[in-house]
């Protein structure tokens, strides 16, 4: 009889089916609400602009939005996945099928990444929808100022939705690791948000143990940038304007990067589940 | 030719507490089942089955040990297309349907879109569930998830099944069913690994069994072997009145022979109850 190899097949399906059944998730439900209710209110929320232009603030709103509840969904939706895999006995039964675990594990990594994607698409194109319009009433109320067509380059602001996804997907891939040898789904998702904390602010630890000058701090800071991406890196200049799109070189950097810490992530967790008792 | 399953000195044990005490469950298990048979393995709770099915699907990583499925290594990715596997107390994606589900497991077993629609359709028809195949699976009852089970495990056509319990939670008229099910499966070549706690059902149903407890091995054999060799016989006659009681005790004894019970043969309830309610064999031998 022939061997079963790897098979990409069978990791689309486990992923198609992980989509399924996250799409029929009342956390999905809330956390998309949540979030396209305050793209959509972005602009009643003007007043506290602080002083950023009106469009600006928008976008920020949005990708606020887009960062709090996708980062929310992706790490409670991963551990959800996987543990009603393991504690609905779900998976002893896939397992039992001529399956690698690799497939299985990966699977679900690549189920939730669609969910994100299609929350980042949804919430792009709504952003974007907003800002249009909002654009569109700001040029007719003082044509002067847009003398020279719209302002907000669209392209930024898909830049930026792949960006958020990029993000997303690898808090999905550390929450999975977590997950492949963790006990309880809460400590999961506590981790999972442990990790989120990391990745968002290791820069600042980084810059201030430099700063400082102590070598155990920069090895500190050294071990922790090892560790953990720096999700600063994944993010736009603060800027809407398509003077400042980055170089095509650039994005496929970045993506790389992204991509990079996802694959390395889940490919740990597939060492950590390879041994893992069902 | 290499039996459907065999363990070799297979041993589990499981770490327990903070302090990683071994317990062990599965205790220097020797098992071989030739192809072609129904095995039951039996044994009390805590006895070690459910580890040693575990063990030869590659679920857990035997301590020591090895298993085989039809001679290859069972921790291998490739030795498990034999096999098809019905969970005690299966529960599935609630979200498809049970036509969708099995196809679902066919699909991950490697079956090519036509064939895969056939199969799908053999299997449902195959445990009575051409009716409710549409409906999604968190709608059905105990005895239905138990049914979809098995036909998810037949799908793909193993020459190995392993049913831990299938009878679990099925009425005495799907358990009769199922019970015919088991049998024409082995009459067409496949083997059956059987666990249950029936154990009536698993006297008519299997040829050989072997006993567990506490991890190790008690008995095995066939039946007839175990629970056989009492050196007596069940005769059943037309009712005797007493002077023709007292007559054949005479007989006997001039024989010496000991008459040693006597019981009015009945039917037994589970004949009352598939007669009454039943559908068994005449309606597409629904479980």
């Known amino acids: 009889m022939k061997g079963a190899p790897f098979s990409f097949l069978r990791l689309g399906l486990v992923a198609q089916n992980t989509l399924r059944e996250a799409v029929r998730q009342r956390l999905l439900h809330l956390f998309l609400g949540l979030a396209l209710a305050l793209v959509l209110g972005a602009r009643s929320l003007r007043d506290f602009n602080f002083g950023a232009p009106e469009l600006k603030f928008i976008a920020d ?58 929350f980042c698409a949804l919430l792009t194109g709504l952003l974007a929808a907003v800002l249009w319009v909002r654009e569109g009433e700001l040029m007719a109320l003082d044509p002067e100022g847009f003398r020279g067509g719209r302002a907000v380059s669209y392209a930024m602001v898909a830049l930026g939705g792949w960006l958020q996804w990029l993000r997303l997907v690898v808090l999905a891939a550390f929450t999975l690791l977590v997950a492949s040898f963790a006990r309880t789904q809460v400590f999961a998702v506590v981790c999972g948000f442990g990790v989120l904390v990391i990745c968002h602010l290791q820069h600042l630890a980084q810059e201030a143990y430099t700063r400082a000058g102590s070598a155990v701090g920069v090895a500190l800071g050294g071990l922790f940038g090892g560790m953990f991406p720096n999700f600063q890196v994944l993010s736009l200049a603060d800027s809407l ?28 967790a597939v060492l950590s589940f390879r041994r893992r008792e069902i | 030719m290499a039996p459907a399953l065999e363990t070799r000195g297979l041993v589990k044990d499981f770490p327990v507490g903070l302090r990683e005490v071994k317990l062990r469950a599965v205790d220097h298990l ?66 498809l349907t049970g036509r969708e589900l099995v196809g679902f497991y066919g699909r991950m077993c490697g079956l090519g879109r036509r064939e895969l629609a056939e199969r799908v359709e053999t299997v449902v028809a195959q445990v009575g569930m051409t009716g409710a195949a549409d409906r999604a699976v968190e709608t059905y009852s105990k005895g239905m998830l138990q049914r979809i089970g098995l036909a998810q495990a037949l799908v793909h056509d193993p020459r190995l099944l392993i049913l831990d319990e299938p009878t679990a939670g099925v009425d005495p008229v799907g358990s009769a069913a199922m019970a015919d099910l ?18 009536g059902q698993m006297e008519a149903l299997c040829d050989r069994v072997a006993i567990l407890d506490r991890g190790r091995l008690v008995a095995e054999g ?11 016989q069940q005769l059943e006659v037309d009712r005797l009145d007493e002077a023709q009681m007292t007559e054949l005790r005479a007989w006997l004894a ?31 031998k629904e479980l």
């Open chain 2, 30 to 95: 020797d098992l071989s089942v030739p192809a072609g048979v129904i095995y039951g393995l039996l044994g009390p709770n805590g006895s070690g089955k459910s580890t040693t099915i575990k063990a030869l699907l590659g679920l857990v990583a035997p301590s020591a040990g090895e298993c085989r499925i039809f001679g290859r290594p069972s921790g291998e990715v490739a030795a498990r297309r034999d096999v098809g596997y019905l969970p005690e107390a299966p529960y599935f994606y609630r979200h």
């Open chain 2, 222 to 232: 066939t039946v007839a072997e175990l629970a056989g060799g009492t050196g007596r």
């Open chain 1, 241 to 268: 304007a398509a003077a400042d799109l980055p170089a095509p070189g650039t994005m496929v950097r970045l993506t790389a990067y992204g991509l990079g810490w996802a694959l390395a992530a889940g490919l740990l």
């Open chain 2, 182 to 199: 088991i049998r024409g499966l082995r009459d067409a070549g496949k083997t059956v690994l059987l666990t249950s706690h029936l154990l």
């Open chain 1, 61 to 118: 709103c949005g990708f606020g939005a887009m960062t709090l509840f996708g980062s929310a969904l992706t790490i409670a939706a991963t551990a959800q996945l996987f543990f009603s895999e393991i504690e609905n006995r779900t998976a002893l039964t896939l397992l039992a099928k001529p399956v690698w675990r690799a497939e299985f594990l990966l699977g679900k990594l690549v189920g939730v990444a669609l969910l994100t994607a299609l």
């Open chain 2, 254 to 284: 001039v024989r010496g022979r000991g008459l040693h019970g006597v019981a009015a043969a009945g039917r037994g309830l589970d004949a009352v109850f598939l007669e009454r309610v039943g559908r068994v064999k005449g309606e597409g």
